[in-house]
């Protein structure tokens, strides 16, 4: 196989596990957003939380990595629930300025909580013996670890793409989004509708911060490093739109993988050039309602 | 009431309102004091005259970021972009041109910044909320990362150590302890802080509170709200790049790190904590912030960094105009008296309010006493085994402190009236 191709088969994949990561992490900020407007920065904490769990139960507990994982993100959305009932909830009809203010300074207590408890050094777990190695898939080679994310991260697109456009919970969320007064007069408790989906937005989050783990590493400085790229995500591709949280999740990661590939110096430059494109074009990101 | 009554009451409301105008540009005496206090700290801090200067040039970029976010209601998390702009116009002018006088260099620094903010703000502030929001950041990382890759010039993360700039009107030398340096930047900061106060009570400012307060009726009475935007976002890059300007001379040295994000974030807390759209809430704030992270970042960095996110979500909640907002509320506050004293009378809804706290309380004591155990436990297994009694400890002790706080709340909410001066 040419060199090129085969760099460029890699850049791809590789690109493609770092968006199924995005997706999994930005897909509840993004929901939670469209349905009430609320600016959560603390959304990167929520993530690195669920992270630190994982590293907890794994490596004090002995538990595996995969229950773990599921174990983080239960708990994560269940205590985020709280969280969202007796913080969030009085900051719906407040300005983004106070909701910016309120969240960011939940992130930078979350990350002085957990560099006291943990410390700054980046974590890491043990794997199961069967995600390490590479997977052989005829023509070459690819990291399981990797794969794994691309198939974990394609079912769960499956099952939140099932979910939204053919259960009633997914049609009330997406009448929701689209007109909040008129889908709270026809009778849809939004409010509760939106602490369900908070709370599976930071499960879900949780769920990406603990897959983190091994692609990027866990610090606590995690919760705003990231965050920004999370809200570039919502940002491109529209709040509250499933679809172009996936788009954009799929453009960000391969231009950032394929950017830092082919120019090593320019870091996060690309993202942000292809951010402002967008924005400057479309100003509410791909499926956003104007 | 007849119409002559109303008419009469119409004029007198007309020459009140315009009588207030007119006045409260007039400055107050009040208003003397932080400079006095400024004045008064060179002779009584004068071995910490470096670190005096770098608390006037936070408070000279707060102001920057009041008038457009306080005024204007534009929300910035990438101000640090002209800050950054204008400290690397004086360091490459003196390091690459050799144009090394400092006043001009400052006046440079605000004019290149200001010019970026006139053409960045034309393209960004059509825009509103999120995207607004992330454009900003984008900007200043984008800075960020375009030095990065020019580092040959910029001196990237390693910095341009080593600037010299020429005595202040070819004299006056800087000394080791900053004496000069610190006259310098008062200075500076009294020409600028003129400058915009005059901004704030024009009626151009007038008209920046309009836009804050209702956008679509200054749209509908003929304003034109993205040119007045525009104006004031690139005033205020001017203003931000003389602080950064006077940054990169005081301190003689410039990285990278003056883009990042905590920058941007940092200021945006130091004008939130003294208290937005008040022109005087950056003096308050940036200076309780410096003095506060001098002291507590030496002791402890981690605790310093809760302390400022506690601190946001306390102001948000209780304060939400900032410490000056307080001192005001706090001298109209007053406990009820005579006939208007309520008897503190129990009510049914308290025992779930109580319970509801003690349940949260236990939950964060739960968090805490968990999180502490895992933590710990990589480096100690001691403390897996005493698991249960701690983890039992803090959700009892988180408890207790919930319905203690709660009690409280209930008591002062009970028995007092807090009088809002007039807005």
């Known amino acids: 196989m040419p060199?090129?191709?085969?760099?460029?088969?890699?850049?791809?994949?590789?690109?493609?596990?770092?968006?199924?990561?995005?997706?999994?992490?930005?897909?509840?900020?993004?929901?939670?957003?469209?349905?009430?407007?609320?600016?959560?920065?603390?959304?990167?904490?929520?993530?690195?939380?669920?992270?630190?769990?994982?590293?907890?139960?794994?490596?004090?507990?002995?538990?595996?990595?995969?229950?773990?994982?599921?174990?983080?993100?239960?708990?994560?959305?269940?205590?985020?629930?709280?969280?969202?009932?007796?913080l969030y909830r009085r900051f719906y009809k407040s300005t983004d300025l106070e909701q910016v203010l309120l969240t960011i300074g939940l992130a930078f207590m979350s990350i002085a909580a957990f560099t006291y408890f943990y410390g700054p050094i980046p974590k890491s777990v043990p794997?199961?013996?069967?995600?390490?190695?590479?997977?052989?898939?005829?023509?070459?080679?690819?990291?399981?670890?990797?794969?794994?994310?691309?198939?974990?991260?394609?079912?769960?697109?499956?099952?939140?793409?099932?979910?939204?456009?053919?259960?009633?919970?997914?049609?009330?969320?997406?009448?929701?989004?689209?007109?909040?007064?008129m889908a709270e007069s026809v009778g849809i408790n939004v409010d509760r509708l939106f602490t369900l989906t908070f709370a599976v937005g930071s499960g879900l989050a949780a769920l990406g911060g603990g897959l983190a783990i091994q692609l990027l590493g866990l610090t606590p400085s995690f919760a705003l490093l990231y965050l920004v790229l999370f809200l570039i995500v919502v940002a491109v591709g529209g709040m509250g739109s499933l679809k172009g949280t996936l788009l954009a999740a799929l453009v960000i990661g391969i231009v950032d993988t394929g950017g830092k590939y082919l120019f090593p110096v320019a870091g996060t430059f690309f993202i942000y050039v292809i951010t402002v494109a967008v924005l400057l074009v479309k100003p509410a990101g791909f499926f956003g309602r104007e | 009431m007849s119409d002559a009554t109303l008419h009469q009451k119409t004029l007198t409301a007309r020459q009140r309102a315009s009588d207030y105008l007119a006045r409260r540009h007039h400055f107050h005496w009040a208003e003397a004091l932080p400079w006095l206090l400024a004045i008064a700290a060179f002779f009584v801090f004068s071995n910490r005259m470096a670190f005096g200067s770098q608390v006037l040039i936070m408070i000279m970029f707060a102001v920057s970021l009041d008038l457009i976010l306080g005024y204007a209601g534009i929300i910035t998390l990438g101000h640090a972009a002209f800050f950054g702009i204008g400290a690397y116009t004086v360091a490459l002018a003196s390091l690459r041109l050799g144009w090394s006088e400092p006043i001009s260099g400052i006046i440079a620094g605000?004019?290149?910044?200001?010019?970026?903010?006139?053409?960045?703000?034309?393209?960004?502030?059509?825009?509103?909320?999120?995207?607004?929001?992330?454009?900003?950041?984008?900007?200043?990382?984008?800075?960020q990362e375009s030095g990065n890759l020019r580092s040959d010039i910029t001196g990237g993360y390693d910095g341009l150590p080593g600037l010299t700039f020429d005595p202040l009107f070819g004299h006056f030398q800087y000394d080791l302890y900053g004496h000069t340096n610190y006259w310098y930047v008062l200075a500076a900061l009294a020409v600028v802080f003129y400058v915009v106060r005059r901004i704030v009570y024009s009626p151009f400012g007038q008209a920046l509170t309009g836009i804050r307060e209702n956008v679509r009726r200054m749209n509908a009475i003929g304003s034109p709200v993205h040119w007045r935007l525009v104006t004031v976002y690139a005033i205020s890059a001017a203003i931000a790049g003389i602080a950064g300007a006077l940054f990169t001379q005081t301190n003689a040295y410039v990285t990278l790190t003056v883009f990042d994000f905590d920058t941007s974030a940092k200021v945006m807390v130091m004008l939130i904590l003294g208290g937005t759209g008040r022109l005087y809430g950056a003096f308050v704030g940036a200076t309780v912030y410096m003095v506060l992270?001098?002291?507590?970042?030496?002791?402890?960095?981690?605790?310093?960094?809760?302390?400022?996110?506690?601190?946001?979500?306390?102001?948000?909640?209780?304060?939400?105009r900032g410490l000056l907002g307080v001192v005001e509320s706090a001298s109209a506050f007053r406990w009820r008296t005579g006939a208007a004293r309520r008897r503190f009378v129990w009510k049914t809804e308290y025992w779930k309010a109580l319970a509801v706290a003690a349940f949260d309380g236990g939950l964060i004591g739960f968090l805490i006493g968990f999180a502490g155990n895992l933590g710990r436990a990589d480096r100690m297994s001691l403390f897996v085994s005493a698991f249960p009694a701690r983890v039992v400890a803090f959700i009892a002790l988180g408890a207790a402190a919930g319905i203690v706080i709660n009690a409280v709340y209930l008591l002062v909410t009970s028995r007092s009236a807090v009088e809002r001066p007039a807005s």
């Open chain 2, 110 to 143: 605000g004019v290149v910044a200001g010019l970026a903010g006139l053409v960045v703000g034309w393209f960004m502030l059509r825009y509103r909320g999120l995207t607004l929001l992330m454009l900003t950041i984008a900007f200043a990382a984008m800075l």
């Open chain 1, 3 to 86: 060199h090129a191709l085969n760099d460029f088969i890699s850049v791809l994949f590789d690109g493609l596990a770092y968006a199924m990561f995005l997706f999994i992490t930005s897909v509840g900020l993004s929901v939670t957003m469209g349905l009430m407007g609320f600016v959560n920065l603390a959304h990167g904490a929520f993530a690195m939380a669920g992270g630190f769990i994982v590293v907890s139960l794994a490596r004090t507990y002995g538990i595996d990595f995969i229950p773990a994982l599921v174990i983080a993100s239960v708990t994560v959305g269940l205590i985020s629930v709280r969280f969202e009932q007796r």
């Open chain 2, 293 to 320: 992270e001098d002291y507590l970042s030496k002791m402890s960095p981690t605790f310093w960094q809760f302390g400022i996110g506690l601190l946001l979500v306390v102001a948000v909640l209780f304060a939400r």
């Open chain 1, 127 to 181: 794997l199961p013996h069967w995600l390490q190695g590479d997977v052989n898939l005829g023509f070459r080679t690819f990291p399981t670890y990797r794969a794994f994310l691309i198939v974990l991260g394609a079912v769960l697109i499956a099952i939140l793409w099932f979910v939204f456009e053919k259960t009633n919970i997914g049609a009330k969320i997406r009448a929701a989004v689209d007109n909040r007064r």
